[in-house]
């Protein structure tokens, strides 16, 4: 204890120091503003989304430029050793959940989620209401698509803990995948208000596509990859920004920009299956379907997602491998059938498949209505009017369409499902305005129904003809 | 008829869920995952290596189907003639088994195929193929190297298991089968899976036999290697042993042992 009081005591006697206590103490200010000045010069460059270069061209991004960083499994194996030693360290249960979820996004493997549910709720057996956990558990629940249950609970614990921007976060996502539109915008904009980063501009950027301003998604979202790349975020998280920069350009049928994205994507981030798929879909765009077969292909080894295994359908079907095609058809029927989970995540991809490849239309149609029971977003509306156009009921199909293009969205395939639903209707004028929209948006935006738009347009076109020919 | 059929086969795996404990439910990663068991038997004058494949429920049904001739989602007795060797023969070139540097040829003895349920009654896969590859080694010290690179790029337990008969192994490796030849994989959440895809270890022919090899001395033959018995001690005290020379290794084996037993003996 004494010896402490002393050593407290030596620098004030002012004989250890070589300065005077003045110049001392403007030296000490001096350093204080200094450190001052330097953190907020670091956090307004940081969060200054002026002075972070947009991405403009991913075709030079290397991956040494960035940093390597240890997967989530490494991670995941070291909490696992802490919580042998300790079972009711909560902190690491939590650290494995938030692990598990990251896991799940980058590997595709829905079942990590269980997993990361697993973890947090353990954890918040042993410290109830832990904010960290409890927020981890929201992002779980939108992750499997519970968007309600994880609506409820983001919005509960941000009461509590107004400082979490995070669930903010999770709070605006789960509005948007709602359709409560306004709600998410509110969310989002006090987002912004509050912190800057690169998840919150590819939030925005997603939400300008969904409003129809693809151009302005396109400046943000090369805005959310160059600050990513500033941050330098983990390859796998670079990776997921240049395929969403990616994809915004191909459905503006950009194929070739959105190629570049998605070759950017694998070489930081090779095998990403995400990014094999999509570089498939843009080579299919391009006509190099062989290749986009092999892409394909390579995909649906890493993880048979029933999307990868239609589009590998499609593209099997194309080049006259019947059989094959049949193959991959029947193996996505059959994981829609496995278990709560794949039907709960596949649910949209099930019901689309269905309708698109004239297979169970009655599910399709009980699949589509029954999600948009508790998700009332455009893209539910689509599937509905979709599967409700394959049944015939043209009548219903457009007015569920209308709700689908109510925001104004410029996605080829809404328009071209309108479309189909006016050829129904006998509508040619609207239908032939509204294939004709779609086709001049992308022209690639489907292997299979991007070829049925311009036929049933040349369809019309001659009757057009043969009726004025007539007269 | 068929409904309360599969109501009973339900209930039995929900059953079965309940009594085995949660590691009997389904698989370690899901129902895409392709798990692996490569158990290596090393013998004097050859290697045996029990392969396992436990495919589950979806690339399961991906084989199902490609096997299912006549189409009614069932590969019958008929359909899967030959599939089981056939399939063993497209594993056999992704597995590669070196002997001081130079590559093995394995050849298949047998092979059998199972259709275990998984989840909710549906099938899942499991291939269990013979390999052996001969041995005829003209030093008493050999570099053995084992790589498994079947569905190489698929999520799953990969686990490969060596075990000796009459001869020395020093290395780094498990002996033992901790999923039990992936009939039960360990609690998921504090247990990663295995992600075992090579090994390497020494194989001593030493002319004075290890002693435990009297005993369970087996002439090489078709029988299945199980892989979960250690036959011989020192494998497990060794880690990583560097070779060359026979004396330096047996050396360092005595060393361990005596730290360990003067250890026990006074803590």
Redesign the interface.
């Known amino acids: 204890m004494q010896g402490r009081l002393k050593f407290h005591a030596e620098p004030r006697s002012g004989q250890a120091s070589p300065f005077p206590s003045g110049f001392r103490v403007a030296l000490l200010l001096l350093t204080g503003v200094a450190i001052l000045t330097a953190s907020h010069l670091i956090a307004y460059i940081r969060s200054g989304s002026e002075s972070s270069v947009p991405l403009t061209d991913p075709s030079r991004l290397q991956p040494s430029d960035l940093a390597d960083f240890p997967s989530a499994?490494v991670g995941?194996?070291f909490f696992?050793e802490r919580?042998?030693q300790n079972p009711e360290d909560f902190l690491s249960l939590t650290l494995?959940g938030q692990l598990y979820l990251q896991q799940a996004r980058t590997?595709g493997?829905?079942?990590?989620y269980g997993?990361a549910e697993?973890?947090l709720l353990?954890a918040l057996e042993i410290v109830p209401r832990y904010p960290a956990g409890e927020a981890a558990l929201a992002s779980v629940r939108y992750a499997t698509h519970d968007f309600i249950g994880a609506l409820y609970l983001a919005q509960a614990v941000y009461q509590v803990n107004p400082r979490r921007t995070d669930l903010l976060a999770t709070i605006g996502d789960a509005q948007l995948s709602l359709g409560q539109y306004e709600r998410a915008a509110a969310s989002y904009q006090e987002l912004v208000a509050r912190a800057s980063s690169p998840s919150l501009l590819a939030r925005l950027a997603h939400q300008a596509e969904l409003n129809g301003k693809p151009d302005e998604a396109l400046k943000l979202m090369r805005r959310a990859a160059g600050e990513a790349l500033f941050n330098n975020v983990a390859r796998e998280e670079m990776a997921w920004y240049l395929i969403r920069l990616g994809d915004l350009h191909f459905n503006a049928g950009q194929i070739d920009s959105a190629e570049e994205d998605y070759q950017a994507a694998l070489r930081i981030y090779p095998?990403y299956y995400l990014g094999l798929a999509d570089l498939g879909k843009a080579r299919a765009a391009q006509g190099r379907v062989e290749n986009a077969i092999q892409l394909y292909e390579?995909a649906v080894?890493?993880?048979?997602q029933p999307d990868f295994l239609a589009a590998l359908g499609d593209l099997y079907a194309i080049m006259g491998r019947p059989e094959e095609a049949e193959?991959q058809y029947?193996?996505v029927e059959?994981?829609g059938t496995?278990?709560a989970l794949?039907q709960v995540i596949y649910n949209r991809q099930m019901a689309m498949f269905y309708a698109n490849h004239d297979r169970n239309l009655d599910e399709a149609l009980e699949l589509a209505a029954r999600e948009l029971e508790v998700r009332k977003d455009i893209y539910g509306y689509d599937a509905l009017a979709w599967a409700l156009y394959q049944n015939g009921r043209y009548q219903e199909a457009e007015e569920a369409m209308l709700q689908a293009l109510s925001l104004g969205t410029r996605d080829a395939m809404l328009y071209y499902h309108a479309g189909m639903i006016y050829v129904g209707l006998g509508d040619s004028l609207r239908a032939q305005a509204m294939l004709n929209e779609a086709l001049s948006i992308n022209s690639h935006f489907d292997l299979l129904q991007s070829r049925v738009a311009r036929e049933t347009l040349d369809g019309i076109g001659a009757t057009a003809a043969l009726g004025s020919a007539n007269d | 008829m068929k409904t309360t059929t599969r109501a009973i086969v339900i209930i039995l795996v929900l059953l079965a869920m309940h009594v085995v404990a949660p590691s009997a439910a389904a698989h370690p990663l899901g129902n895409f995952t392709i798990n692996h068991h490569a158990g290596l038997d090393v013998r004097r004058d050859a290697i045996v290596i029990t392969y396992v494949l436990d495919m589950a429920e979806i690339p399961a049904f991906q084989q199902i189907s490609s096997l299912d001739a006549n189409r009614d989602g069932v590969a019958e007795s008929d359909e899967r003639v030959g599939y089981d060797s056939a399939k063993c023969e497209t594993i056999l070139p992704k597995l590669d088994l070196r002997f001081d540097g130079n590559p093995v040829r394995l050849s298949l003895l047998w092979s059998t195929i199972e259709f275990p349920p998984g989840v909710g009654g549906l099938s899942t896969l499991r291939l269990t193929c013979s390999f052996r590859a001969p041995l005829s080694s003209q030093s008493e010290i050999a570099r053995v190297e084992f790589k498994n690179d079947a569905y190489a790029e698929r999520i799953g337990w990969r686990e490969i298991v060596v075990t000796g008969e009459g001869v020395w192994l020093l290395g780094d490796f498990a002996s033992t089968s901790i999923s039990e030849l992936l009939r039960t994989y360990p609690d998921n959440l504090l247990t990663s899976p295995l992600d075992q895809r090579e090994v390497t270890f020494d194989l001593v022919l030493s002319s004075a036999e290890p002693t435990q090899s009297a005993q369970t001395a087996n002439p090489d033959n078709a029988l299945p290697s199980g892989g979960l018995e250690t036959s011989i001690v020192p494998i497990e005290v060794v880690r990583s042993a560097i070779p060359p020379a026979l004396v330096s290794s047996l050396l360092v084996l005595i060393t361990l042992g005596g730290l360990y037993y003067s250890r026990r003996r006074n803590p």
């Open positions: 499994s995941i194996r696992q919580l042998k494995l590997t493997d829905i079942a990590s997993r697993a973890a353990r095998d390579q080894a890493i993880i048979p193959r029947e193996t059959f994981i496995l278990d794949n």
